[in-house]
């Protein structure tokens, strides 16, 4: 069974950027598609972007114009380019992999300040 690991959360100041990443276990080549959730305490998941196999992305309107989703599969990880964070982008950040199944991330903290 593939794991997903995340890293590249943290404590960033309103305005800045951050990168995410997701490594995954075996080869991204086989998954349909791959992306972000996020979630902030006292609200429910919240789907982010998407990528897919053949590389067609999707954003949440929250986050459109802003977030940048992308994959190495050379390097069996997806990214999440995030630019102008806002105060209301803090959460737990997690991905998944979809191939018939779901497969989740533990998930990485992300905390903007005002």
């Known amino acids: 069974q593939v794991r997903l690991v995340e890293s590249g959360g943290g404590l960033v100041q309103a305005g800045g950027s951050l990168r995410l990443s997701c490594a995954a276990s075996?080869?991204?080549?086989?998954?349909?598609?791959m992306g972000w959730y996020r979630q902030a305490p006292g609200n429910q998941r919240e789907w982010v972007a998407t990528?897919?196999?053949?590389?067609?992305?999707n954003y949440a309107d929250s986050v459109k114009g802003r977030f940048i989703i992308s994959r190495d599969n050379a390097k069996n990880t997806v990214y999440l380019q995030m630019n102008s964070l806002k105060p209301e982008d803090t959460a737990v950040y997690s991905c998944?992999?979809?191939?018939?199944?779901?497969?989740w991330g533990q998930g990485t903290q992300v905390t903007v300040s005002s």
């Open positions: 998944y992999a979809k191939d018939g199944l779901t497969t």
């Open positions: 990528i897919t196999s053949d590389g067609s992305t």
């Open positions: 075996r080869t991204t080549f086989t998954f349909n598609a």
